[in-house]
């Protein structure tokens, strides 16, 4: 039950910070805030997940996981500020993800 509702959590916290990242471009002062909040969500979500095997490259993955969620919260700190300094952070939370989904299919499907 707590995965199932970890993964809903983590696809609606996605979900509303492309549509708040996109929104930025036309309303620069509420969607910082919605993007905040999904940044949260998908933070909670990683943190929450635990793999409880013994592969090691599964378990660093897991461990990268966590810190694109941080890197969520960070880009949504520096969306406040009136410079572009989230995007970086953005594009790296969202190549870890990319990345870590990618390898942790594979190396399940073993």
């Known amino acids: 039950m707590k995965e199932k509702l970890n993964s809903y959590m983590f696809r609606v916290s996605a979900i509303v910070i492309l549509i ?11 969607s910082p805030y919605f993007f905040a909040v999904a940044a949260a969500g998908i933070a909670v979500s990683k943190l929450n997940q635990q ?31 009136p ?13 870890l993800e990319l990345y870590t989904n990618t390898i942790i299919s594979k190396e399940l499907n073993k």
């Open 83 to 95: 410079h572009n300094q989230w995007i970086p952070l953005l594009l790296c939370a969202a190549a």
């Open 20 to 30: 708040s990242t996109v929104a930025y471009l036309f309303e620069k002062n509420i």
């Open 51 to 81: 793999y409880n095997g013994n592969n090691l490259r599964i378990k660093r993955l897991f461990r990268l996981q966590k810190m694109a969620g941080i890197l969520y919260v960070g880009a949504s700190y520096f969306m406040f500020k």
